[in-house]
């Protein structure tokens, strides 16, 4: 039984995620335990961890430092037992040392670089189904067939202080990084979780993955 | 390597039930709001809009029960509206499996609403819906209250304020169009994409899949929504996929 730690910290709508997290396991015929939770126990045997988030970049991170054993517990998963952590959205931006959503904030600060509106001359928030192209080779992506839509609701973007972070890109008006990678961790922009069935095979791929 | 424009099939639900007004009155019952939007997710849809026309409380808690059990079934973005009033409200959807509230009724009587959503659950998840009736050339009205009720507000100025105050999307709907198949307002659409930065959804007239077309390209809409051409299986949404691709409408591969 694989142990999935869904961090439950008051984000908006977590229970598409852990739907789609159990419906990408059945569908992979993987035995899973996907738990929405803030149990630091549950978390220290996680052998998978995914934060959703949706909403404001300070409110997220504030949610996420109030509940200090939820932190800790998380930190010492992803950063020092190395357990595989996909971020999804406000969970992938936290992931940034800075935010720059309404005034300075500090993220998490697990990848270099910063968190901000998306500069570009269509309409905000980019809302709909959009292209990810993958840049390099990546275990979560690879699989991914070319010109994949996936859904994104979002006005601000991340931007990695080294482009290697860099793991797929999508196109609005400009360029952006629409997945990041570093070590055994991933974060996407867009939403798995709505994108059907592209997205419930990114969500298996996340929980077959073993990174090195 | 572009945005695709998108076709969101509506559901009118009252207890629980879908429903589909013709010009807001001749309720048809057309089933199960869950059945349904497993149809419409199994066909590819962009997306699936709940719109709630129950008044009492037990048809509130019938909606919550139905988009739970839809939400639990779909794994495309669902969008919730009708008698929203409270950011309580917003939460409560957004808990039950919603993507995306839509304001409408209140939205214009407290437009306070919108500032407070937005700013407690982000710009993304909040819609405002804008029932729009013409009253001259190049002049519409908003309506409140599923279309009974002029406020004396001007639809594109109330577009422009919804926007400010946080709408990440406006969903357009003309009173003088809704259920008549005879095509969108594509005027009313185009003042104010013209008017406003965030994404406008495209909303009552739709009887042919050109109306579709043309809600994108003139009206310049992100996104079409539709009832009856769907409900009652006039057409497919691969079909309508289909006719936006071969007008050149970016569309996605499913």
Request: net charge negative; proline share 7%; aromatic share 8%.
């Given at each position: 039984m694989q142990k999935i730690a869904l961090i439950d910290?008051?984000?908006?709508?977590v229970r598409s995620v852990e739907r789609a997290l159990v419906a990408a396991a059945e569908q992979s015929g993987r035995v899973c335990d996907v738990r929405l939770t803030r149990d630091p126990d549950f978390i220290a045997d996680a052998e998978s961890i995914v934060l959703p988030g949706q909403g404001a970049f300070a409110a997220c991170m504030h949610a996420l430092q109030v509940d200090a054993p939820l932190l800790a517990a998380m930190t010492e998963a992803v950063q020092i037992r190395r357990a595989p952590f996909l971020g999804i959205c406000v969970g992938m931006q936290l992931l940034m040392t800075t935010g720059l959503e309404h005034g300075e904030h500090r993220g998490?600060?697990?990848?270099d670089g910063v968190c901000r509106v998306l500069e570009t001359t269509e309409r905000l928030p980019h809302m709909g189904w959009n292209e990810v192209t993958p840049v390099r080779p990546h275990p979560v992506l690879?699989?991914?067939?070319?010109?994949r839509h996936m859904v994104f609701m979002h006005s601000y973007v991340v931007e990695p202080a080294?482009?290697?972070?860099?793991a797929a890109v999508s196109h609005y008006g400009a360029r952006f990084a629409c997945a990041i990678a570093r070590d055994n961790m991933i974060g996407v922009q867009f939403h798995p979780e709505k994108s059907q069935t592209a997205g419930l095979d990114l969500l298996a791929r996340f929980l077959a993955w073993r990174p090195a | 390597m572009t945005l695709a424009a998108r076709i969101i099939p509506c559901l009118d639900v009252k207890d629980g039930r879908v429903v589909k007004g013709v010009n807001f009155v001749g309720l048809r019952d057309a089933g199960d709001p869950a059945e349904l939007a497993a149809l419409y997710d199994a066909q590819g849809a962009d997306e699936i809009c709940f719109l709630d026309i129950s008044a009492s409380v037990e048809g509130r808690g019938a909606l919550l029960d139905a988009v739970r059990r839809t939400a639990e079934r779909c794994f495309t973005p669902l969008t919730v509206g009708g008698g929203v009033r409270t950011p309580e409200d917003v939460r409560a959807l957004l808990a039950a499996g919603a993507d995306k509230v839509s304001i409408n009724t209140a939205a214009v009587m407290t437009p306070d609403v919108i500032d407070a959503a937005s700013s407690a659950f982000g710009a993304q998840c909040i819609v405002v819906a804008i029932d729009a009736k013409q009253t001259g050339p190049g002049r519409w009205e908003v309506f409140t209250h599923g279309g009974r009720t002029?406020?004396?507000?001007?639809a594109v100025a109330f577009a422009r304020e919804a926007s400010e105050r946080g709408a990440g999307e406006l969903l357009v709907t003309s009173m003088d169009r809704d259920g008549a198949k005879s095509g969108y307002d594509l005027d009313l659409l185009s003042q104010i994409a013209d008017n406003v930065r965030v994404p406008i959804i495209a909303s009552g007239g739709?009887?042919?899949l050109q109306h579709l077309v043309e809600a994108i390209t003139v009206g310049r809409a992100s996104a079409a929504l539709a009832a009856s051409i769907f409900h009652f299986g006039t057409h497919t949404l691969g079909e309508a996929r289909a006719a936006l691709a071969a007008a050149g409408v970016p569309v996605r591969t499913v």
């Open positions: 910290y008051g984000s908006g709508n998490l600060g697990w990848i690879d699989g991914l067939a070319p010109h080294n482009s290697e972070a860099v | 002029p406020t004396g507000k001007d739709a009887g042919t």
